[in-house]
Structures are given as structure tokens and as C-alpha cells.
């Protein structure tokens, strides 16, 4: 009898947890909601550290943190089959308990930097995550795995921890099937341009700064239409921040697991719009060689970020309406009708009521797409945000190219809020970063700013540089921003200053510059 009360003693947390984590699992929950309820419900009930699930990418051949219950030092670290531990998992299909990490040579420490210390006092299981092979039947093969610290403990109480995990690995095969396909959905859209951020399942809520009145006012508005159904209509000039705002609404949405897809109205000829929104049948027009699908298709259960909606031309406004109306649409060519659940964020620069006066745009859509209006003002008009947001960019940026920048200039704050902002947004943060990749001290200064900035008095004042310190600073700007323009690329960099590679090259050198830093901040769209 008392051995059963020790083994019922021992054996009830974890049957409790496994209920607990069963009672998450049903249908009324998303498989991304279900796991991590899961990884918290190790790490609360448990006091298992940093749990999370590593997925295989069959397109990369390699294994990466797909989801955690913690903070990761590098998101992007992966795995190779038979790499790590987490990789001899994945390869062998069996379990792995690590006593003391420090001791274990295949150990790697990638993705979570643990410290010394820290190597030194835990414990670590990793565990396979099977799925039903999808080639032979009854047959199951390894996705991922999934893995946790513990604090050091006898290695009986570690293999019994282990027994746990291979079970709870077992209740989640299909979420993990869901989520390997989910990763890779995501990915596709993301190499089309069809979709914002990074594939991490993990990431953020878009990082905004909203210190004025006006702007505190639209968070709340975002806060308020977010979780609801509702088509939201962004208004405000270009660079105000309205698709980081059609971010935000997606974020805080019942959707924000599924895709955010989008799509720039204005990008496109109008008459590949149609095709990009609804798809096609395979010889719908010359060029449809095979079956494509539309962005609503693509978007079903998540949102479709329209942007510059005010270019669409009238008979694909007639065909938006009725996506938008009837959830449902037709690929071109096909009379096939298919049933879609997106949510409509649109946004314009322009004067829609103007435009339907007109006869551009239709009146009907109007008034269905501005159900919710947010109206984001432009810089100018809420000056409040300029040094936060400056600061903020500042961190970004310092960050970004490792420069150890602590402030701007007092000097320097009094140009950035004296200036009209016409890019908005969009500008500031440029010419932060600008400033940053300029600036050898620790304090941003006028002289580091764009030229459109400058007054004779403010550059002046602020720097006491001898003419040949002005001219090389002179020089180190040109040079920055040709570099920038041209991604890094300095040959290209050397026609646009109609200079030779060999100066390019030398000048580079003097300034201490590094030109591949330019090709990755070339890379992101704004
Ligand atoms: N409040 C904010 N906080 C932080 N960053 C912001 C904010 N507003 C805008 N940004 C940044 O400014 C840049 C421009 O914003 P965004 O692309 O959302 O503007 P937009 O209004 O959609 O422009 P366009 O009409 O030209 O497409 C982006 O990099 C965005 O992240």
C-alpha cells in the first residue's frame, strides 16, 4: 500500500499536468495557442526552464526553436541533423538526458546563451516529436523535438522527467504536423514579399511609439477595432505609419497566427492586380500557365493589408466589394466560387471622397471599407513624438551597426523638432539612421544630420572643425550615402560619385566603413 501511495504521489503532478494540458487541446483552440499553453504549463507546474520545440525545415535541412516559454539570445540559431544534442534527437529518434550541461561535449548553448553558471546547475532532456509519416501508412517519422532545463537533479528523478516529456511528445504529434506546415506557409509567403516579419512563430507585437495626445489616441482606437471582424480604413500621409499600424490591428486579433498578407494596390498594373488578389485558372489569359492562388485565398483566416486601396481600378473594387460582402471569390477564368475568411485592412493617402465625387472610386466599397476609419496625423502635427521616436531609432540603429551611442544633442533636438518632416516618420527614421552609420562618438550631433536639416548657424555652433576635418566630413557623408543607395555595392557607389573603384575603395578604408553593412539595411523595403 505505501508503495502505491509514493508512486501515486509521484506519478499525480504529472497526470495532472497532462489533463490540464489535454483540456487545451480540443478543437476550440488554435494549435499554436494549444503548445504554448503547453511550454508555460511545463515551465509553471514543473519548474522546467526555457521549454521549447525545435522543428525541422525539410526545405533548409535544419532544425530551429520554433516556439519557447523564454527569452532566446539568438532566434535564428539552427541545427543540423545529428548537430547538438537537439540534432542526435532528431537524427536517432531517442531521448537524451543531459546530467550537468557544462559536462556533456555535444552541448552546443546555441539559441538560449546560457551562462557559465548556468551550464554548470542544469540539467537538460530533449525529446523526439513523431508524426504520422505522410508517405506509409502507420509508419512515423521525427519532426522536431522538444526539450527543457532542469535544475540538476539525481539521474533517476532526470529519467523520469524524460518518460514525462516522451509522453506529452506523443499527445502533441499533430500540432507539431500543423506547425511544420505552418512554418513553412509562412516562409513561402515571406519569399514572396506577401507577408511582414520573420517566419519566427514567436515574434513580437509590431514596436511602436505613440507619446502624443493624437497618437495615443490611435493605439487606443487599434486596441479598440483589433479583436473584432471589422474592416478598419488607415488615412494619413506616406510615411505615417499605416501599415505598421495594420500590423498592430492584425497583432491584437483573434488572427494574429494566421497570415497577414499584403498587398500595394499602387505596386502593380491594374490588370495584374485582379490576378494577384483572386488567382487564376490555368489559360485564363496568356502567361497563366498553371493554377495560382489569390492573396485572399492565401490570407484565408488571417487579415489582407490593403494598401494604397485608392489605385484599385473599378472592376477590381467590384470584385473587393464582394470579397468583402459575400466571403466569397472566383479565380480568373474559373466559375468556381471559394469560400474565404479574411479580414480587410485597407489604407490610403488619398482624398477617397473626392475620388468617389469623381466616379474613381466606388461608392458602395466606400462606405464598406470605412466602417472603421483611423485617421494617423502627420509628424509635423504631433511634434511630442519626435525626440521619443528619434531615441527609439537611435537604440535601433546603435544596436543594429554595434555603435556604442548613448544620446542626441541637445543642438541636434532642436533641428530634428524645428523640421517640417514631409516623409514623415519614415524620413526620421532614415535619418537616424544615417546619423548613426556617421557618427564616431558617442553623442549624435547637428553635423551628423542630412543637410536638409541644417541651418548655417546650427552646424556652425556646434562644431569647431577645421576646414580640413569639415571637408572629410563632408566627404565621409557623400560617401555613406552613396553606399547606402547603392546596397554596399562599391563600384556602383564609385559611378553614382563619378569617382574611380580605387578612391571608393581607399575612402572606405579611411573611414573605418564596412560597405556590407549597407547591403543588409538596403535589404528592408523602408
Ligand atoms: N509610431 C511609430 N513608431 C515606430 N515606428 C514607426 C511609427 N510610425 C511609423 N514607423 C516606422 O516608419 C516607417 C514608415 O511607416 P509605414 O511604412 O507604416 O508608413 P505608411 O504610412 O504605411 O507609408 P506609405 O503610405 O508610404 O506606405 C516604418 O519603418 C515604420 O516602422
Known amino acids: ?125 530533449c525529446v523526439p516529436v513523431l508524426s504520422p509519416n505522410k508517405d506509409s501508412e502507420g509508419a512515423q517519422e521525427v ?19 524524460c518518460r514525462f516529456l516522451e509522453v506529452v511528445a506523443g499527445m502533441i504529434a499533430n500540432q507539431a504536423a500543423y506547425l511544420q506546415e505552418e512554418i513553412a506557409r509562412q516562409k513561402h509567403l515571406i519569399a514572396q514579399g506577401l507577408m511582414a516579419g520573420s517566419s519566427d512563430m514567436d515574434s513580437e507585437a509590431p514596436n511602436i511609439v505613440a507619446s502624443s495626445k493624437p497618437m495615443r489616441l490611435v493605439l487606443n482606437q487599434v486596441r479598440q477595432v483589433g479583436p473584432s471582424r471589422a474592416t478598419v480604413l488607415l488615412r494619413g500621409e506616406s510615411g505615417t505609419g499605416k501599415e505598421l499600424f495594420a500590423e498592430a490591428i492584425h497583432q491584437a486579433s483573434p488572427r494574429a497566427e494566421m497570415p497577414l498578407v499584403k498587398l500595394n494596390c499602387a505596386a502593380l498594373p491594374s490588370e495584374l492586380v485582379e490576378s494577384e488578389l483572386f488567382g487564376h485558372q490555368k489559360g485564363a489569359f496568356t502567361g497563366a500557365v498553371q493554377n495560382k492562388k489569390g492573396l485572399f485565398e492565401l490570407a484565408h483566416q488571417g487579415t489582407l493589408f490593403l494598401d494604397e486601396i485608392g489605385e484599385l481600378s473599378l472592376s477590381a473594387q467590384a470584385k473587393v466589394l464582394r470579397a468583402i460582402q459575400e466571403q466569397e471569390i472566383q479565380r480568373l477564368g474559373s466559375e468556381q466560387t471559394i469560400n474565404v475568411d479574411v479580414r480587410v485592412i485597407c489604407a490610403t493617402h488619398q482624398n477617397l471622397e473626392e475620388q468617389v465625387e469623381n466616379g474613381q472610386f466606388r461608392e458602395d466599397l466606400y462606405y464598406r471599407i470605412n466602417v472603421f476609419p483611423i485617421f494617423i496625423p502627420p509628424l509635423r502635427e504631433r511634434r511630442e513624438d519626435i525626440l521619443p521616436m528619434a531615441e527609439h531609432f537611435l537604440k535601433v540603429y546603435a544596436k ?27 524620413e ?18 547637428t553635423y551628423h544630420l542630412p543637410p536638409t536639416l541644417q541651418t548655417a548657424e546650427s552646424s556652425a555652433t556646434d562644431t569647431n572643425l577645421s576646414f580640413c576635418d569639415a571637408v572629410a566630413k563632408f566627404e565621409q557623408e557623400l560617401l555613406v550615402d552613396a553606399l547606402k543607395k547603392a546596397k554596399g555595392n562599391m563600384l556602383q557607389a564609385a559611378r553614382d560619385l563619378r569617382v574611380s573603384y580605387r578612391i571608393v575603395n581607399y575612402k572606405v578604408k579611411k573611414y573605418g566603413l564596412d560597405a556590407k553593412k549597407f547591403s543588409s539595411s538596403g535589404r528592408s523595403k523602408k
Open 143 to 161: 519532426i522536431g523535438t522538444m526539450s527543457v532545463d532542469i535544475p540538476r537533479e539525481p539521474v533517476d528523478m532526470l529519467e523520469a522527467h
Open 400 to 426: 543594429e551597426y554595434s555603435k556604442d551611442i548613448k544620446r542626441v544633442s541637445t543642438p541636434a533636438i532642436e533641428l530634428l523638432n524645428q523640421y517640417d518632416w514631409p516623409g514623415n516618420v519614415r
Open 428 to 445: 526620421l527614421k532614415n535619418c537616424l539612421e544615417r546619423a548613426v552609420l556617421l557618427c564616431d562618438e558617442s553623442v549624435i550631433r
Open 1 to 125: 500500500m505505501d508503495d502505491v501511495a509514493t508512486c501515486a504521489q509521484e506519478i499525480g503532478p504529472y497526470l495532472h499536468t497532462l489533463r490540464k494540458i489535454l483540456s487545451v487541446m480540443g478543437p476550440q483552440s488554435s494549435f499554436q495557442s494549444s503548445l504554448k499553453t503547453l511550454l508555460k504549463t511545463l515551465a509553471e507546474d514543473h519548474g522546467m526552464l526555457r521549454p521549447h520545440i525545435s522543428i525541422f525545415d525539410p526545405e533548409t535541412k535544419h532544425l530551429k526553436v520554433s516556439l519557447t516559454h523564454a527569452q532566446m539570445k539568438n532566434a535564428q540559431a539552427t541545427y543540423e541533423p545529428g548537430q547538438g544534442i537537439t540534432g542526435q534527437v532528431f537524427t536517432t529518434g531517442q531521448p537524451v538526458v543531459v546530467p550537468v550541461m557544462k559536462e556533456h561535449p555535444a552541448f552546443l548553448n546555441k539559441a538560449f546563451g546560457r551562462t557559465e553558471e548556468e551550464l554548470g546547475k542544469l540539467a537538460f532532456v
